[in-house]
């Protein structure tokens, strides 16, 4: 079946430490989106792409890169320069690329929950 | 600027009653506006969505909702809850830097047996 998987699920890590989150799609998605969620908070975005070899910020991108070398895969790495990254991290892609997210719908994966120890 | 606004953080209700979570939103164009749901530790699923065609949306599940221009509002409602329900739920409008989706804080359903 078609779909997002993220892994690992869990993941701890001690403070200084970079860790990086996995993103993989098998929908022929064009754009690829991370979000990171917290407890009354919405979900915020981090970094987006719309194609291959290409990503932007969104409004919380500090302390996190990421890369697009392949269609299929939209890595999300969490480094030490993330002041608090306890967090729910979410991946979506969207079909049909496209410069906005207008009418589309995004296909969210089940998420890693990472907690700084 | 786009904004969106979940006016309730937690809902309660018994099951076999209706359900209504509120959203009001802020656009300066028409909006394109979506209701996901999320269950525990998984991601978020699309409920329905509004792009400017008929103002009454249905979605999956039983749930609905009417955009209402008037009132800036996007509420989201469902004749009868079940126990399955019970879940958070984000209304969300497009928009934004880059065009991208704001999420609302999300309103968490409890459905009382």
């Known amino acids: 079946d078609g779909g997002i998987t993220q892994s690992p699920k869990y993941l701890f890590r001690k403070e200084g430490q970079n860790v990086t989150l996995s993103c993989e799609q098998n929908l022929n998605h064009d754009a690829m989106y991370w979000y990171r969620q917290d407890p009354g908070q919405g979900l915020r975005l981090i970094y987006y792409?719309?194609?291959?070899?290409?990503?932007q910020k969104g409004d919380i991108a500090e302390g996190y890169s990421v890369s697009r070398e392949k269609k299929e895969s939209f890595p999300l790495t969490v480094t030490s320069a993330q002041k608090n990254p306890t967090a729910f991290y979410l991946c979506?892609?969207?079909?049909?690329?496209?410069?906005?997210?207008?009418?589309?719908?995004?296909?969210f994966g089940e998420g890693s929950r990472l907690t700084v120890l | 600027a786009q904004s969106v606004t979940q006016l309730d953080s937690h809902v309660s209700v018994s099951e076999g009653t209706p359900v209504l979570l509120r959203c009001n939103y802020s656009?300066?164009?028409?909006?394109?506006l979506f209701w996901y749901v999320q269950h525990p530790n998984k991601g978020l699923q699309l409920l329905l969505k509004y792009t400017s065609a008929a103002t009454l949306v249905k979605g999956i599940n039983g749930f609905e909702a009417e955009f209402k221009k008037s009132e800036t509002s996007f509420h989201l409602t469902k004749p009868s809850a079940h126990m399955s329900d019970a879940a958070e739920y984000f209304c969300?409008?497009?928009?934004?830097?880059?065009?991208?989706?704001?999420f609302g804080k999300g309103t968490k359903l409890s459905v009382k047996p």
């Open positions: 969300v409008v497009s928009g934004g830097s880059q065009g991208n989706l704001i």
């Open positions: 979506a892609s969207k079909g049909r690329g496209g410069l906005v997210l207008q009418a589309g719908e995004l296909f």
């Open positions: 792409s719309q194609i291959v070899n290409d990503f």
């Open positions: 656009s300066s164009y028409s909006p394109s």
